[in-house]
């Protein structure tokens, strides 16, 4: 089959099998019951038979390439052959967002799996690779293969030994050369692992906890659980649902304590946001969680909620962050790499603003954003939103760089001397407008009365005239208004005044225009 | 669309003495448009004193009022008083 170690074959038994180039072995064997098959065809990964009472198409395996990447090297797996990238040699300059980029790739071997799964040890020496049932660990500089075994689910620990679920009920560490260090049983069934600060091991509808030294137990959280996400040595997690996702403070270990464990274990996970929003990727960049929405929204999670910083092409998933590069890397389905730019000043800056609202500690909140200076301006538009966010309007204000941004903070929050500011500099007929109507609301006359001579609003300055009494400006709307032809306007102005003449000079004028 | 019928109508009830000025204007409006016949139906009141009988008075009354009602500057907040409820305070100072 092209691209992938199989061929298939079909017969006049109604069955169709996949067999294995590699060892020749029957690796699938499938019967749609459509009686007898007899033609069959094959496009990219789409494999389509025909049979006696119809005919099936069958998309084989996705077509996104598996990869893993750490500290600027990148794997990537395309049909069982391994490639690596230097990411960290792509040229950055002049790159624009979304635009493709083709990194050098070298081929460092392969495996006899068809792999389901990729991942790069914390320290990036190695990696394995794992087709749901075994598995192999390969070194990440030559691709060599070190050690295999079989497996039903395996992550790596933070000191770089991998945690193997051999069984539904077992849990062993392994050393990468082979080694098993230490093993967990568990008298309940197991769906899954992940690694991370600590090793969850993911029963039906809830995770549990564990060291990985002393395989002791450390807490547990109860839901249903998809994904998990740590970031390095952050007390902070991110735990995936079906519904959502619920970003969690883990709150150390747990003491030892027997009467009252249910209780207990919940009090070591401290929720700190719960968004119902699936994530398809995440990442954590410092201690901020970035992450893809199934709508390929590119967000992250402030302390206000999540944020979208950017929206993207097509149906994307993360592959990570250069810090020195100021870069996202991103993965379409087709398997194209992609950037995406986003400072990580300004994500140090978040993380510190992000700590200093959930502290409530209003003036570290201003001198963590006052201490970068060198951010640019989008940046500090961008902090605006997060500090709007988390109603810390004022300083918002202050952060923000953008006029327009800042207006629309000022007139939210009834600034309206600062609003008006901003209007005298920019002199955008509909900012005065809309500042008039706020202003207006407020009960501020005179700005409103500014405003609407600015923003030239004749119905609403013929309003606020009339009920101040104020005869000029009254004048000042029906000559306007005669002169923009607005002849109603022009007509209530000018009998307000009384002034006859002109109401009927309005009503005989009035024919020519319309 | 016009607005010359209004504009009659609201001379007649306010300003009487434009009334043949709405009409010179209409009529010069029409022939510029060439609406022959709608030019021809309109009659300028000025121009048939005696089918308008109450004309001649109204145009007398129209000038006495005005002029009597320019004099008399009626401020806007008068009208409370006239409603025979106390002046407001504050709207008076404004004044």
């Known amino acids: ?514 | 669309m016009t607005r010359f019928g209004e504009a009659g109508v609201f001379a007649k009830t306010y300003i009487p003495s434009k009334i043949g000025d709405t009409f010179t204007d209409w009529k010069k409006y029409l022939d510029d448009s060439n609406r022959k016949i709608l030019h021809q139906r309109l009659a300028n009141p000025m121009e048939h004193f005696s089918q308008f009988p109450e004309l001649e008075d109204l145009i007398k009354c129209g000038k006495v009022v005005n002029t009597w009602l320019a004099e008399l500057n009626i401020p806007a907040y008068a009208f409370s008083v006239f409603q025979g409820k106390p002046i407001d305070s504050k709207n008076n100072q404004k004044q």
């Open chain 1, 1 to 514: 089959m092209h691209n992938l170690p199989f061929f298939a074959a079909c017969a006049e038994d109604g069955k169709l099998n996949l067999v294995s180039t590699k060892t020749f072995e029957v690796v699938g064997e499938y019967d749609h019951f459509m009686k007898k098959a007899w033609s069959i065809h094959i496009l990219d990964r789409k494999l389509a038979i025909g049979y006696d009472e119809g005919s099936m198409v069958i998309q084989i395996g996705q077509e996104t390439p598996l990869f893993s990447f750490t500290k600027g090297k990148l794997i990537l797996c395309k049909n069982s052959a391994f490639f690596t990238s230097n990411l960290k040699a792509v040229l950055t300059k002049n790159l624009k967002d979304f635009e493709s980029i083709k990194p050098e790739q070298k081929e460092i071997g392969s495996t006899d799996l068809f792999p389901k799964d990729l991942q790069h040890s914390p320290n990036g020496q190695y990696f394995f690779v794992t087709d749901g049932t075994e598995y192999a660990i390969h070194k990440a500089q030559t691709g060599k293969q070190t050690t295999f075994g079989n497996c039903d689910g395996i992550v790596w620990s933070p000191q770089n030994n991998l945690c193997v679920m051999d069984g539904n009920h077992k849990v062993k560490i392994v050393s990468p050369s082979g080694e098993e260090i230490n093993s967990l049983e568990l008298d309940f069934y197991v769906e899954k692992i992940f690694g991370g600060d600590l090793l969850g091991v993911v029963g039906l509808d809830f995770v549990v906890f564990y060291d990985y030294d002393s395989l002791d137990y450390m807490g547990k959280v109860i839901d249903q659980i998809t994904d998990i996400k740590w970031p390095i040595k952050q007390d902070m997690l991110v735990v995936g649902t079906p519904d959502g996702f619920y970003l969690l403070e883990y709150e150390g270990a747990e003491e030892e304590d027997e009467e009252d464990e249910e209780e207990e274990s919940e009090g070591t996970f401290r929720v700190v946001e719960e968004v119902e929003d699936r994530f398809t990727s995440g990442l954590w960049v410092d201690q901020v969680f970035f992450f893809l929405k199934e709508s390929s929204k590119l967000c992250l999670m402030s302390a206000g909620g999540p944020m979208t910083i950017g929206s993207l092409p097509y149906k994307s998933s993360i592959i990570g962050y250069l810090k020195n590069q100021n870069l996202f890397y991103l993965m379409d389905d087709k398997g194209v790499i992609f950037t995406f730019a986003f400072s990580h000043k300004l994500i140090k800056t978040i993380a510190k603003a992000n700590a200093m609202i959930e502290e409530e500690n209003d003036e570290g909140l201003t001198k963590a954003i006052n201490s970068f200076k060198s951010l640019n301006s989008k940046d500090y538009d961008f902090l605006s939103k997060i500090l709007s966010a988390n109603s810390k309007q004022a300083l918002a204000f202050k952060t923000a760089k953008d006029n327009q941004i800042k207006f629309n903070i000022a007139l939210s929050e009834k600034m309206l001397t600062e609003a008006q500011q901003i209007c005298e500099e920019m002199d955008d007929p509909m900012k005065w407008k809309r500042l008039g109507d706020e202003a207006l609301l407020a009960g501020r006359f005179i700005i409103a009365k500014r405003a609407f001579l600015k923003g030239e609003d004749l119905n609403s300055l013929l309003m606020l005239g009339s009920s101040m009494g104020d005869g000029q400006l009254v004048e000042y709307v029906a000559r306007k208004a005669l002169k923009f032809q607005h002849f109603s306007v022009s007509f209530c102005a000018f009998w307000i005044l009384r002034d006859l003449e002109n109401c009927h000079k309005t009503l005989i004028n009035s024919k020519r225009y319309y």
